[in-house]
C-alpha cells in the first residue's frame, strides 16, 4: 500500500503565495498519477488538478495560471505551488492517487482577506 503526505499548509494573507508537498512513499511508483483535491469549509471537495509521469500537469479552470502542480520523481514528491491566492482558496487540501483510493491526511490552507 502507498501512502501519502501532505504538507506546507498555513496562513496567508489574499494575494500571497504558498507551496505545498505531497511525499509519496510505500508502494509507489513513480508513473502514478497524483491528483491535488481541495475542500472548502462546508462544501464538497473538489479537483484542483493533476501531475502525470511525463511532467505534464492539467488544472481546473478554477485555479488556472495561479496554480502550478510539478513533481520531483527523484523524490517521489508532488509539490502544488499557488500564488495569487483568494480567501476562496481556503479549505483542506489533498493529494490523491488517481485510480486508487490512497489519500493524504490533508493540509490546512487559510486565506485571509
Known amino acids: 500500500q502507498a501512502q501519502l503526505v501532505e504538507s506546507g499548509g498555513g496562513l496567508v494573507q489574499a494575494g500571497g503565495s504558498l507551496t505545498l508537498s505531497c511525499a509519496a512513499s510505500?508502494?509507489?511508483?513513480?508513473?502514478?498519477?497524483i491528483a491535488w483535491y481541495r475542500q472548502p469549509p462546508g462544501k464538497e471537495r473538489e479537483w484542483l488538478g493533476a501531475?502525470?509521469?511525463?511532467?505534464?500537469?492539467t488544472y481546473a479552470d478554477s485555479v488556472k495560471g495561479r496554480f502550478t502542480i510539478s513533481r520531483d520523481s527523484a523524490v517521489n514528491t508532488v509539490y502544488l505551488q499557488m500564488s495569487s491566492l483568494k480567501p476562496e482558496d481556503t479549505g483542506v487540501y489533498y493529494c490523491?492517487?488517481?485510480?486508487?483510493?490512497?489519500w493524504g491526511q490533508g493540509t490546512q490552507v487559510t486565506v485571509s482577506s
Open positions: 490523491k492517487i488517481a485510480g486508487s483510493n490512497v
Open positions: 510505500g508502494r509507489y511508483e513513480s508513473v502514478n498519477v
Open positions: 501531475s502525470t509521469s511525463d511532467g505534464g500537469a
